[in-house]
């Protein structure tokens, strides 16, 4: 027997492929992809699925505080979930809290991971305060440490940096080579829209999203994008909700500035109206994230971005919070304001079968594009390939099974993460995961999960050349 696995028959689809093939594994390695492999220890008839690699959602929060609200998952159940929807490699964020030091918070971070994931994982770090010592000394020593990404924001009390403190950051970026994201969104702005909307009464979770509209999205990634330009650092603008800030990223890139895209399922699936109620304990908190959902027409600018490559990721933004729980979103200063409902929804789970469902089948983007935009791009983006993102001899053997044909109605009952309900409950697919396997296990099955924690490795990404 030349293989511990073979997976038999089936599809073989990659960012670049689509071909009827075996795929021959062994160590935890592809060894071969082609017609009548020898026999494996174990065998797997795919002779009806995809086989396509397995998912990396490269935009995760797990374990990660907000506010004084908790978290619905930590490492374990939130990497659980990812696996049953396909994923094998998520990078959730290491948050530097103001005063403390940033090597210290990524080293405490990792700790609460070590031992606990069922899927792969690489960290970037958040920089919340860039004093000198992180700049001169931390950041430059982790990212050759090899966390060389990380993410800064342009909003959140807890999180903003000044315009100058950008500048800095994205100048020691390009210094030590790492890759920058950014949170665009206005906080004057936004403390203006909130105190006003606040004096009028109106403070249910729909108005969340007036706090917020599109223009303190594109104001913002257009100010990130100048400070890019001017320090000459490649950054991603992340989780972008429609028109205006995409085409403040399209001018960029037609410019030849090294700006990248990411946008999200919520930006193709819910709405602003979603968030609509008559008083704080109804259902629109569920949908509360930054920047919010906006409007159908949105999704077109959306799908505009993903067909002409304005957008090279298409991440969860999982950041999942309990609907009905004191810690959650319906904590008691959650129930005065939309100010103090804790910002974020789960959905790691539902990445795949949304986009494939949504683009795919509704004949919006190829296959082969669905990879790209869900496993492949990530794994180059973020300096994981050629180990991870594609099939071929010497990548790790990280595989989802896919049934294209499969119908689901996505609802709480089904999903593995840690909150009590999903934004999109109710919301009918085609197209969904068989099977999961990571570095050559199967790790789900069916609705099984098969793995443990401890499965997932730490990913510790190779120094910026």
């Keep these: 027997m030349t293989y511990d696995l073979v997976i038999r028959g089936g599809t073989v689809v990659t960012a670049a492929d689509t071909v009827r093939a075996d795929v021959g594994i062994s160590g935890g390695i592809i060894r071969a992809v082609g017609l009548d492999l020898d026999r494996g220890a174990k065998e797997i008839d795919a002779s009806s699925l995809l086989v396509m690699p397995g998912g990396i959602d490269s ?5 990660q505080p907000f506010n004084g609200a908790k978290m619905a998952d930590g490492f374990e159940s939130g ?34 991971a070590d031992g606990a994931c069922y899927a792969d994982h690489a960290f970037h770090m958040i920089v919340s305060d860039p004093t000198p010592s992180v700049l001169g000394q931390e950041l430059p020593s982790l990212v050759a440490d090899g966390y060389t990404s990380f993410k800064v924001f342009m909003t959140y ?44 009464g109106r403070t249910a979770p729909y ?3 007036v706090s917020r509209p599109e223009s303190v999205e594109r104001e913002a990634t257009h100010r990130a994008i100048s400070h890019a330009e001017l320090t000459d650092v490649p ?33 193709i699936a819910l709405t602003a109206d979603d968030l609509r109620g008559l008083n704080m304990d ?11 959902p906006r409007d159908h027409a949105s999704w077109e600018a959306i799908w505009e971005g993903i067909r002409t490559g304005v957008f090279q990721v298409f991440s969860s933004d999982h950041c999942p919070f309990r609907y009905d729980d004191v810690e959650g979103k319906l904590r008691p200063q959650g129930r005065t304001s939309f100010r103090w409902v804790p910002n974020g929804i789960p959905g790691i789970e539902t990445r795949l079968p949304i986009l494939y469902s949504k683009g795919v089948v509704e004949g919006r983007i190829t296959v082969n594009e669905f990879v790209a935009l869900t ?29 294209p044909q499969r119908k689901e109605t996505i609802r709480q009952e089904i999903l593995h993460h840690g909150a009590d309900y999903t934004p999109y409950e109710g919301l009918a697919v085609t197209g969904w995961p068989v099977m999961t396997i990571l570095r050559g296990k199967p790790v789900f099955e069916e609705g099984r999960i098969l793995g443990e924690p401890g499965d997932g490795q730490f990913l510790k990404r190779p120094p910026p050349r």
């Design 282 to 292: 109804e259902t629109g908190g569920k949908y509360v994230c930054s920047p919010p």
């Design 157 to 200: 009390d807890d999180l903003v940096l000044s315009d100058r403190q950008l500048l800095e950051v994205f100048e020691c970026a390009r210094s030590c080579g790492a890759l920058v994201m950014v949170h665009c969104e206005g906080y004057d702005a936004i403390r203006f829209m909130t105190d006003r909307l606040e004096r009028a």
């Design 79 to 112: 990497t659980r979930s990812a696996i049953a929807g396909g994923n094998t490699t998520v990078m959730p964020f290491a948050t530097q809290p103001r005063g403390a030091g940033l090597r210290v918070s990524v080293e405490e971070y990792k700790a609460l």
């Design 375 to 403: 496993s492949t791009n990530h794994a180059k983006m973020y300096g994981l390939y050629p180990r991870k993102g594609s099939i071929a001899p010497g990548f790790d053997a990280d595989l989802v099974l896919w049934d």
């Design 235 to 267: 950054i991603m603008i992340v989780h972008v909700s429609g028109r205006e800030p995409m085409e403040q990223i399209r001018w960029a890139q037609l410019k030849g500035l090294k700006v990248y895209g990411e946008t999200c399922p919520q930006y």
């Design 59 to 63: 935009h995760v929060h797990l374990a």
């Design 207 to 209: 108005y969340h999203a």
